[in-house]
Nanobody, 126 residues
Framework: EVRFVESGGGLVQAGGSLRLSCAAS????????IGWFRQAPGKEREGVLC????????DYADSVKGRFTATKNNAKKTVDLQMNSLKPEDTAVYYC???????????????????WGQGTQVTVSS
């Protein structure tokens, strides 16, 4: 079965950094759009970034642009998320996911993504 496993979450003070990792198995990682999403308490799940398979372009949500950076390794089937200058509003459960119907990123609609990890909690204190 296809499986995504996130790790690296934790508690950090505002302004600090955290690095999340996602390891995938059971699929050809480089063939599909890969996204990071997050869901804060009481909020809808939202897209953080998406990496297109077609050209490797990474699109970031405005809320994280300039602070978050994703790196993907197709051979190892991993994608990491370096988060810098963290803010309390970044507090959420973070998920990695694959859209097997797309190679390029478009609007990050949650319902378009087929496979999801279990999520890892990121808590940023003020």
């Amino acid at each position: 079965e296809v499986r995504f496993v996130e790790s690296g979450g934790g508690l950090v003070q505002a302004g600090g950094s955290l690095r999340l990792s996602c390891a995938a198995s059971g699929l050809t990682f480089g063939d599909y759009a890969i996204g990071w999403f997050r869901q804060a308490p009481g909020k809808e799940r939202e897209g953080v970034l998406c990496i297109s398979a077609s050209d490797g372009r990474t699109d970031y949500a405005d809320s994280v642009k300039g602070r978050f950076t994703a790196t993907k390794n197709n051979a190892k089937k991993t994608v990491d998320l370096q988060m810098n200058s963290l803010k309390p509003e970044d507090t959420a459960v973070y998920y990695c996911a694959a859209n097997t119907m797309r190679r390029r990123c478009d609007a990050m609609r949650v319902y378009e993504y087929d496979y999801w990890g279990q999520g890892t909690q990121v808590t940023v204190s003020s």
